[in-house]
Each structure stands twice: as structure tokens, then as C-alpha cells.
């Protein structure tokens, strides 16, 4: 069963997106694979927030592994996804576990966008965390794992309700459309949800900087 449950410079969300009805969110998904399970999750959730924003998965996959001999001189890989990162509202992250934690590639993009320090690209990014796996604890530890490196880096992250998915096939197409109505509900919840937590934060920032 599914079960909803240094100083670094804030990131300067794009203000003009507040008041209207469309925010910019990008997606990071902790699993390299073609057939990955994530990656329909947010496909999923893509399509239930709808028109509300612009959506893009942010690619980490081509990120070389954190290095800090090139903090000054980061390669392109490292720069191009700094820099979308720091165009979006907002960030939905969908990790998968392994042997009870993140993936070494969610977690080597966490270290490229902390550094170097004082540099962080992740500060006061409003995110959501959901993950999805074949087992019945749908990536719970992983989630606590993520959220404590969240927590670090200054990212308000929605809080309730949380996605532990246990992943059926029969219940995703390959697009990303859910065909049972219980887990449409219980993800579109979440979506709805999330949207509003962006432009909370976002509308936050602008009452700090008015």
C-alpha cells in the first residue's frame, strides 16, 4: 500500500512567475538506467502539474565524479548544470535506493552544485522529494538520507505528504500516464501540493526583498 506521509547566497527565484500562473521546475533523477522506475515517476507527475509549469529533467548523468583540484576550473558538464539550476523555481528530485541510501549519482551532483564553498547553487531552492522502487519501504531510506543532505544545503523541501511508492508496472504507461485511480489521487495530491509550495517560497522572497 502507498503511504502519503558557511553562508551561501540564496538562490534569487525569478519573481515574475510568483503572481502568474506558470513556474519553471526542474527535475533530477538519481538512477542512470533506460528502464528507470524514477524517471516514470516523474514523468508522472510532469503530466498532473500540467500547465502549471514548465517542466525539464535536469541531466546529471554526464557529471564527472566531484573532484575538488577542479573547483576553479569545473568542465562544461558541471557548468552547463550549474547554471540550470539556477534558472529554475523550484526542483523536484526523485531518488531511487541503493543498499539503503541515494544513488553515488544523485549524490555526486549534490557535491558539483555545493562547491565550491560558499558557491552553493542549491540555497533556497524550494524542493520535493518522492522515490519509487519494488519494494515495499518505496525508497524511505534513501528519502531520510536525501533530506538530511537538503536540510544542509538550505533547501526548503515540502514536507508532508510524503511519496514512498512501492512501483507496479501495470499501473504507469511508458509516457508517464497512471492508469489506477487510487495512485493518480495519492500523486496528484502531491503535485498539487509541491506547486504551492514553490510559490509560497517564491512569494516569500519577494515579501524579504520588498
Known amino acids: 500500500m ?3 506521509h558557511a ?20 527535475v533530477l533523477v538519481g538512477s542512470l538506467s533506460s528502464t528507470s522506475i524514477n524517471r516514470t515517476l516523474a514523468r508522472s507527475l510532469t503530466g498532473l502539474i500540467g500547465e502549471r509549469a ?17 573547483d576553479d576550473m569545473p568542465p562544461e558538464q558541471v557548468r552547463r548544470f550549474k547554471r540550470e539550476v539556477l534558472s529554475v523555481d ?3 528530485i526523485a531518488t531511487p535506493e541503493y543498499n539503503r541510501t541515494m544513488s553515488a549519482v544523485l549524490k ?8 565550491p564553498y560558499g ?5 533556497g531552492i524550494p524542493a520535493g522529494l518522492v522515490g519509487a522502487s519494488p519494494g515495499a519501504i518505496g525508497t524511505a531510506m534513501a528519502q531520510q538520507h536525501v533530506r538530511n543532505v537538503m536540510s544542509y544545503l538550505n533547501m526548503p523541501t515540502l514536507a508532508q505528504p510524503e511519496v514512498y511508492l512501492q512501483f507496479r508496472p ?5 509516457d508517464g500516464r497512471i492508469t489506477d485511480s487510487r495512485t493518480r489521487g495519492f500523486l496528484t495530491e502531491w503535485a498539487d ?9 517564491g512569494a516569500e522572497l519577494v515579501a524579504v526583498g520588498s
Open 7 to 26: 553562508t551561501n547566497t540564496i538562490h534569487a527565484i525569478d519573481t515574475t512567475h510568483v503572481a502568474g500562473s506558470t513556474v519553471t521546475i526542474g
Open 193 to 201: 501540493r509541491f506547486v504551492d509550495h514553490v510559490r509560497l517560497h
Open 54 to 70: 514548465q517542466v525539464a529533467e535536469i541531466e546529471i548523468g554526464d557529471l564527472p565524479l566531484y573532484n575538488a583540484d577542479l
Open 119 to 123: 558557491e552553493s547553487v542549491w540555497a
Open 90 to 92: 523550484g526542483l523536484i
Open 2 to 4: 502507498n503511504t502519503i
Open 170 to 174: 501495470e499501473e504507469f504507461t511508458d
Open 108 to 115: 555526486n551532483a549534490f557535491e558539483w552544485g555545493s562547491r
